[in-house]
């Protein structure tokens, strides 16, 4: 099985973390300002169940295309998982603790990626609760 390429690997994980409902979901373009990776996804859960339901999605989803993280920490307590895929990092925060770090704030200088419809419809419906139930 091919590996994705890393826009695909983030568009999958935008995807599945959609899916579950993730809220105020960005993207950032890192590569450009760091060797860290090339994108962040950035999105939250309003309960440590629901961070830890889109984790482990997104976990599931990637599998299905053969796609295994590096590491995955926070699960187990909900509040911020992180999920390394190489030149895809995925952050899902409880709504409270993703304020606290502010990671958008620290990574300022990332420029914020444009998703392709339908993500980012669905993406700006589900950061101001107009997401159809």
Not at 21 to 42: H, M, N, P, Q, W
Not at 58 to 74: A, K, M, N, Y
Not at 104 to 113: G, H, K, M, S
Request: contains cysteine; proline residues 4%.
């Amino acid at each position: 099985m091919t590996r994705l390429g890393g826009w695909d690997r983030a568009l999958a994980c935008v995807r599945a973390a959609l899916d579950h409902k993730a809220y105020d979901l960005v993207v950032l373009e890192t590569g450009r300002v760091s060797s860290i990776a090339d994108y962040f996804v950035i999105c939250s859960g309003r309960s440590d169940t629901q961070v830890q339901a889109i984790a482990e999605a997104i976990d599931t989803d990637l599998r299905h295309q053969g796609e295994r993280p590096l590491s995955v920490e926070g699960l187990q307590h909900g509040q911020w998982v992180l999920i390394d895929y190489g030149d895809v990092v995925v952050h899902i925060f409880y709504v409270p603790v993703r304020g606290f770090y502010d990671l958008e704030r620290l990574w300022v200088r990332a420029p914020r990626v444009e998703l392709p419809e339908p993500f980012q419809s669905q993406a700006r419906s589900q950061k101001t609760g107009t997401e159809n139930h």
